[in-house]
């Protein structure tokens, strides 16, 4: 392995609505992978939370990682993580998970905008796509300003649907101000913006953001970097996190953060 701290800081096991294989089983992947450490940070939409029950499957989620920390803690460091999806769209709801243990990590995501499906769900023209983008960002940057996660999760994520799977061509040179004021805020408020690298295995092709949102975070000022597979099955554990520390590396970051007990942890690259 060429990257000595090789680190998967997003990851789902079977206690996501959408995840497959137990956390002892992502575990033993990572492990045989030489991974330096592992976070499962399962979903936890707050516009569900209630609804959906997710209490449970987060604290079913907090019971495997702890005994997987158990039992993988002479191979791999495994950390509990939470991705927090919506925050904004029910505080009370983002309170409540929040308070279930001592999280290492936080995530803060936004799969849907309010009122609407999670953009896996809906259909793109090339007249609505951009008018729900405009939207998306106005709503991370309500999302951003809040105190309550560590780092930003694929902040272009309606692209992986836009522009992958409904094959539209969308340029984010009309966003460029709102990027760069949501990135200016990750940067001030000292919290780190994620490379998600689901998107080298997916239709789109490219990491979630792109290089280009990468260096311009770098240029602003930010320093800290968490890189995530999004895997939802254990198959996928680490898959595409040595393609996101180059990308890392080319756009200026020496060091990339692995987050232990909500404080950032920050590593080199080589």
């Not at 936890?44 to 907090?62: A, D, L, Q, R, T």
């Not at 002479?74 to 929040?98: K, N």
């Not at 780190?192 to 260096?215: C, F």
Request: proline residues 3%; hydrophobic residues 35%.
């Amino acid at each position: 392995m060429r990257y000595r701290y090789l680190s998967d800081s997003h990851t789902h096991s079977r206690c996501s609505f959408d995840g497959t294989d137990s956390v002892a089983m992502m575990c033993e992947k990572a492990a045989n992978m030489g991974l330096y450490a592992l976070t499962v940070t399962d979903h936890c939409e707050c516009n569900e939370y209630f609804k959906e029950n997710v209490h449970h499957s987060m604290s079913k989620s907090i019971v495997e990682v702890s005994q997987a920390r158990a039992l993988y803690h002479s191979r791999l460091r495994v950390y509990t993580g939470i991705e927090l999806g919506q925050p904004t769209q029910d505080r009370e709801a983002s309170v409540d998970a929040l308070s279930l243990t001592d999280y290492d990590f936080v995530l803060g995501s936004l799969h849907n905008l309010k009122g609407e499906q999670d953009f896996y769900f809906l259909e793109y023209t090339p007249e609505t796509a951009p008018k729900l983008l405009e939207r998306y960002f106005d709503e991370l940057l309500e999302l951003v300003a809040l105190d309550n996660f560590d780092s930003l999760a694929h902040m272009t994520y309606p692209l992986r649907y836009i522009c992958g799977n409904a094959g539209l061509n969308i340029s984010l040179d009309d966003y460029s101000e709102k990027i760069d004021e949501i990135l200016s805020l990750l940067v001030h408020n000292r919290r780190a913006l994620e490379i998600n690298t689901s998107g080298l295995r997916q239709i789109i092709g490219k990491t979630l953001p792109d290089e280009t949102i990468i260096k311009r975070f770098h240029q602003l000022g930010g320093r800290y970097i968490t890189l995530g597979s999004d895997a939802h099955r254990w198959g996928d554990i680490g898959s595409g996190i040595e393609d996101g520390m180059q990308i890392l590396y080319q756009c200026g970051f020496t060091h990339f953060a692995v987050y232990q007990k909500r404080e950032p942890q920050l590593l080199p690259i080589l």
